[in-house]
Nanobody
Framework: QVQLSESGGGLVQPGGSLRLSCAVS????????MGWYRQAPGKQRELCAT???????NYADSVKGRFTISRGNAKNTVYLQMNSLKPEDTAVYYC?????????WGQGTQVDVSS
């Protein structure tokens, strides 16, 4: 069973930075793509960024230029560097593993941006 473990969330002031980490276990298959999504209270889950097996990246307009997604040296690890954080970035951030028609999600890590 594929399991994802996220870490790195927390409370940060506006303008600050956080780095989220995600590690996958329970599979020998490299994801076709991994990504970070977020869900704010009362809103639908939305895409932040994705990265393919080949290293191609895609960002939501709301985070472009501030967030950077990258893959780790270990297979099926992914990071999200978040800079210039804004209060509207407050949400639960979820890691996603995608392979064919299969998707697996982590439990999420809370990010709060507040002064």
């Amino acid at each position: 069973q594929v399991q994802l473990s996220e870490s790195g969330g927390g409370l940060v002031q506006p303008g600050g930075s956080l780095r989220l980490s995600c590690a996958v276990s329970g599979t020998i298959f490299t994801a076709e793509a991994m990504g970070w999504y977020r869900q704010a209270p009362g809103k639908q889950r939305e895409l932040c960024a994705t990265i393919t097996r080949g290293g191609s990246t895609n960002y939501a307009d709301s985070v472009k230029g501030r967030f950077t997604i990258s893959r780790g040296n270990a297979k099926n690890t992914v990071y999200l560097q978040m800079n210039s954080l804004k209060p509207e970035d407050t949400a639960v951030y979820y890691c996603n593993y995608h392979l064919g028609t299969y998707d697996s999600w982590g439990q999420g890590t809370q990010v709060d941006v507040s002064s």
